[in-house]
């Protein structure tokens, strides 16, 4: 499979909410996009907290090290996907944007701006 179906096919399973289908096109696709990294994150938060849990520190991981962030930066990014699961989930979304704003990244910006619209991060 080439990297643009697979892109496709995981974009079909987010949409469509099913975790497994995009867990395997995840795996099929030769580099993942943060913005698709995190869309996969709170897409597992539905379903399987220990996988939001393991994605959510591999997608901070990430960011810290593209993004070369400092360490206020790295924290806030680690506090706010800490803070999704519990009763702080929009604030934990909002912070995470208000860095991907700031940085101008763009999928991830986007990824957000859907999460924050849905009933899921009520």
Request: aromatic share 4%.
């Amino acid at each position: 499979m080439d990297a643009r179906s697979a892109h496709a096919q995981l974009q079909r399973a987010i949409e469509r909410r099913h975790l497994p289908l995009a867990m395997a096109a995840a795996r099929d696709c030769p580099e993942l996009a943060l913005g698709d990294a995190l869309a996969l994150t709170l897409l597992a938060l539905e379903s399987n907290p220990k996988l939001y849990d393991a994605l959510a520190a591999r997608w901070a991981a990430r960011w810290i090290t593209e993004k070369k962030a400092d360490l206020a930066e790295g924290s806030l990014v680690v506090a706010a996907l800490q803070a999704i699961p519990g009763t702080d989930a929009r604030a934990g979304g909002f912070a995470i944007l208000a860095v991907a704003r700031r940085r101008h990244e763009r999928d991830v910006v986007r990824t957000l701006e859907s999460w924050l619209r849905s009933p899921r991060a009520a």
